[in-house]
T-cell receptor, first 109, second 111 residues
Framework: GQQVMQIPQYQHVQEGEDFTTYCNSSTTLSNIQWYKQRPGGHPVFLIQLVKSGEVKKQKRLTFQFGEAKKNSSLHITATQTTDVGTYFCAGAGANNLFFGTGTRLTVIP | DADVTQTPRNRITKTGKRIMLECSQTKGHDRMYWYRQDPGLGLRLIYYSFDVKDINKGEISDGYSVSRQAQAKFSLSLESAIPNQTALYFC??????????FGPGTRLTVL
């Protein structure tokens, strides 16, 4: 079955350092979405990437979709304490999404 | 997101009990989903529904059933709860582009 793997599982960074999480699919994806879940909260949609090689930016966040549409990454520049949480990628299958296992980001002030 | 509500928010029950988790939405979306979240395993899809007459199994449907009573309501049942069903359960909705809007979650503990 379709699988979406995400690494690393945990990441601790000093405030101001950069952070990257990577997502890999066993199959080609029609699109990929990214979500953020704050501690004690629920996942919240961040962005969707559709095109091969697509790059999108949201302030300090940069999202990339691989040329083969099987991998993606989220990069945060100069992390802040407000970036704390778990970041999930979700690959689109035929009828639903397959979520990655998530990367839990801790930012040390 | 206040547009998607879940009841109860927390529930402790015993092995063998029947449990129902309810989800309501005011977003007007046709698509609704039930996910389970366990530490280190991410979000796994239990069931999904694209309209009132449509029910589909997800990745981990064994031990669960669902009912789509109306466009706005989607309930999840555990017919006979077992301890490894202890988890955080999320309901979500989406329109055709699959952007998911999640409810606040229900924390279920089965003793």
């Amino acid at each position: 079955g379709q699988q979406v793997m995400q690494i690393p599982q945990y990441q601790h960074v000093q405030e101001g350092e950069d952070f990257t999480t990577y997502c890999n699919s066993s199959t080609t994806l029609s699109n990929i979405q990214w979500y953020k879940q704050r501690p004690g909260g629920h996942p919240v949609f961040l962005i969707q990437l559709v095109k091969s090689g697509e790059v999108k930016k949201q302030k300090r966040l940069t999202f990339q979709f691989g040329e083969a549409k099987k991998n993606s990454s989220l990069h945060i520049t100069a992390t802040q304490t407000t970036d704390v949480g778990t970041y999930f990628c979700a690959g689109a299958g035929a009828n639903n999404l397959f979520f990655g296992t998530g990367t839990r980001l801790t930012v040390i002030p | 997101d206040a547009d998607v509500t879940q009841t109860p928010r927390n529930r402790i029950t015993k092995t063998g009990k029947r449990i129902m988790l309810e989800c309501s939405q005011t977003k007007g979306h046709d698509r609704m989903y039930w996910y389970r979240q366990d530490p280190g395993l991410g979000l796994r899809l239990i069931y999904y529904s694209f309209d009132v007459k449509d029910i589909n199994k997800g990745e981990i449907s064994d031990g669960y059933s669902v009912s789509r009573q109306a466009q706005a309501k989607f309930s999840l049942s555990l017919e006979s709860a077992i301890p490894n069903q202890t988890a955080l359960y999320f309901c979500a909705t989406s329109d055709f582009n699959n952007e998911q809007f999640f409810g606040p979650g229900t924390r279920l503990t089965v003793l």
